[in-house]
């Protein structure tokens, strides 16, 4: 198994400024995402976190808005920019060992005002 | 396109079964994932499919028909605890994760 963790767990932040979330697991994992998940609603992968390289982006979000690094197997962070109220949700980190394991971290809940 | 289906909302007596569906179509299929979903928290692992036939853990079971496009997660003698949201995820093609909206379990006394 893999033991995800996320920092901040939670952050106020001002329209138009950045935060970055970090993600660590706590094993080597093979592939690294990220969602963000509106209350009450499923999850929306933003991106695929590829180690060394850009990462792999969803249809609507894009590098400029939420840059990814993955310098590593068992490390990630995502960026939030030049943020808007529009931004705030909860963005999950996740990890998957194989096919058939993918973990998720706790969370970070974000508020923009 | 790619889609994930599953009721909005259910609502069952702590003690009883309850059986959440969900219905997919997607691009090539590399399993099917049930996860569980407390409020403010983050979703848990409950199964994965990716054969024909059911799976049982405990008082959760989940069964899948590939031909179909679907599967269906069981949970037997309820407690108030199993009150959450399920959420239904299929691995594509290209091993990635499409999500169902999610179905909120209500248990009621």
């Known amino acids: 198994s893999a033991v995800i963790s996320q920092k901040p767990s939670r952050d106020i932040c001002q329209r138009g400024t950045s935060l970055t979330i970090q993600c660590q697991v706590d094993?080597?994992?093979?592939?690294m995402f990220w969602y963000r998940q509106q209350p009450g609603q499923s999850l929306t992968l933003i991106a695929t976190a590829n180690q060394g390289s850009e990462a792999t982006y969803e249809s609507g979000f894009v590098i400029d808005k939420f840059p990814i690094s993955r310098p590593n197997l068992t490390f990630s962070t995502l960026t939030v920019s030049n943020m808007s109220p529009e931004d705030s949700s909860i963005y999950l980190c996740s990890g998957n060992t194989g096919v058939e394991t993918q973990y998720f971290g706790p969370g970070t809940r974000l508020l923009v005002l | 396109g790619q889609n994930i289906d599953q009721p909005t909302e259910m609502t069952a007596t702590e003690g009883a079964i309850v059986q959440i569906n969900c219905t997919y179509q997607?691009?090539?299929?590399?399993?099917l994932f049930w996860y569980q979903q407390h409020a403010g928290e983050a979703p848990t692992f409950l199964s994965y499919?990716?054969l024909d036939g059911l799976e049982e853990k405990g008082r959760f079971s989940s069964f899948l028909s590939r031909s179909k496009g679907y599967s269906y997660l069981l949970l037997k003698e309820l407690q108030m605890k199993d009150s959450a949201s399920y959420l239904c995820g299929v691995m594509d093609s290209n091993y990635q994760l499409i999500w169902g909206a999610g179905t909120k379990l209500i248990i009621k006394p």
């Open positions: 094993s080597q994992v093979t592939m």
């Open positions: 499919n990716v």
């Open positions: 997607t691009s090539g299929f590399n399993g």
